[in-house]
């Protein structure tokens, strides 16, 4: 009797082609991290995965839809990195910075050419929707106990402070070290947690 071998031929085959996806995926975040989107080629996305421009072309069907794979797939790392228990300022502020030596200087050059390809907007859009989300999880047990009324303007503050432009100042306008980047940090997110730690009762923030 015979062992079927279709399926196990077919499984191979997927399991090549997944693999084959994840290279090219791999080269063209690699290259995202490393220059400006605008140069980036299939050409050599296709040379850095070993695999031919048709290839690439066939299985995400262009650099937009590559680049939309390859934002998936950085945005479950980003929030890897910046796990940390609600609270713990210490980790917060160390994984956040961790992800920032990582994706920051990247991200800065996607924001500059924000303008001038309107492509990248939906994808900058969602990093800074993700972004806010992590800082509203990440102070949840500060920004719960204030009025609704103050809520939001806490959260901008603490959106501000730890954005990537923030880090950009820290670390390549002033060439701060990694350590006095995450002191300062540090320090703005104690000052601001600390206003917004009076009771409901005592907060008297102008909405307007």
Do not use: C
């Amino acid at each position: 009797m015979k062992t079927p071998t279709r399926p196990y031929a077919q499984r191979a085959r997927a399991q090549a082609a997944e693999a084959t996806g994840r290279r090219i995926v791999e080269a063209f975040l690699a290259r995202l991290l490393a220059q400006w989107f605008d140069e980036i080629t299939l050409d050599r996305v296709a040379a850095d995965a070993g695999v031919t421009v048709q290839t690439v072309v066939r299985r995400f069907g262009g650099k937009e839809a590559l680049l939309a794979t390859a934002v998936d797939t950085l945005a479950v790392r980003i929030l890897a990195q910046r796990g940390a228990p609600p609270g713990d300022l210490e980790r917060l502020v160390d994984n956040l910075l961790g992800d920032y030596e990582q994706t920051g200087d990247a991200v800065i050059r996607l924001l500059a050419l924000e303008p001038r390809h309107p492509v990248l907007k939906p994808f900058l859009d969602r990093g800074r929707t993700q972004h806010r989300q992590w800082a509203a999880r990440a102070f949840a047990d500060r920004l719960d106990q204030l009025p609704a009324a103050s809520r939001q303007r806490a959260l901008d503050q603490l959106v501000i402070i730890t954005d990537v432009y923030t880090w950009k100042l820290l670390r390549r306008d002033m060439a701060r070290s990694l350590n006095a980047t995450a002191a300062t940090l540090k320090e703005f997110l104690q000052g601001a947690l600390l206003r917004f730690s009076q009771p409901k009762h005592q907060s008297k923030t102008n909405t307007v």
